[in-house]
């Protein structure tokens, strides 16, 4: 049984361009959680999604950063117009079942570095 | 608002040594605790979940406890090796406003733990 996966581990873009996040769950996980860390920081949720639900996205940005994990394939993080301060690590977490009880298994993380 | 704090930053100790790392936490009212290890340019590995019932967890040479009404946990590590060197994260899931949770974690800043031969 496969991990979280994660990809790219490492995407590098221009200001202004747009990153796309991509995050497979563990099989027969249907919850998923995003965070992310900034340099220096800790560790800041940002939303989480059910199967083509976003149930929780409190900790997201307003404007440019959308997320979606749809019936089929994977969850994405898009972020629009990319920005320098948005150079961080992103991981994603699932969790087989809703509610706080449940252990989140965190992928590998995507490494962004806006240039 | 869930604030979690965890002392001390950075921890080296010889190897051989037990230890503890501390997190604390301002809401007593938590569903669980989670700590997790972090190596350099890594992810998240999960080490112990403590849920608000229980009060401690092992796991070979680590045990983590939990005591809600001090809003404290600690996680102790026995003989500690250099393999253990990492960056040791505590997080817990948090309330929303409604008083129910959907499972999101607040972490703490991380203690840096350092083991030499």
């Known amino acids: 049984n496969a991990g979280v996966m994660q990809n790219p581990r490492h995407l590098v873009r221009r200001r202004g361009q747009e990153a796309r996040l991509r995050c497979s769950p563990m099989?027969?996980?249907?919850?998923v959680y995003w965070y992310r860390q900034l340099p220096e920081e800790g560790l800041k949720f940002m939303v989480y999604l059910q199967k083509e639900n976003i149930i929780d996205e409190s900790g997201m940005p307003k404007e440019r950063f959308s997320a979606e994990f749809p019936k089929e394939g994977p969850s994405i993080l898009r972020i629009q117009q990319v920005v320098r301060g948005d150079s961080a690590a992103y991981f994603c977490?699932?969790?087989?079942?809703?509610?706080?009880?449940?252990?989140?298994?965190f992928g590998p993380g995507t490494r962004l570095t806006v240039l | 608002k869930q604030e979690v704090t965890q002392i001390p930053a950075a921890l080296s100790v010889p190897e051989g040594e037990n230890l503890v790392l501390n997190c604390s936490f301002t809401?007593?009212?938590?569903?669980?605790l989670q700590w997790f290890r972090q190596d350099p340019g890594k992810g998240l590995t999960s080490l112990l979940l403590i849920q608000s019932s229980q009060r401690e967890q092992t796991s070979g040479r680590l045990n983590a406890s939990l005591d809600k009404s001090s809003g404290r946990s600690t996680l102790y590590i026995a003989a500690s090796q250099p393999g253990d060197s990492a960056t040791y994260l505590c997080a817990a899931t948090v309330h929303n406003a409604g008083g129910t949770s959907y499972g999101k974690l607040t972490f703490g800043q991380g203690t840096i733990l350092t083991v030499h031969p």
């Open positions: 977490a699932s969790s087989p079942l809703r509610g706080p009880y449940n252990e989140q298994f």
């Open positions: 099989k027969g996980h249907s919850h």
């Open positions: 809401d007593s009212a938590i569903y669980n």
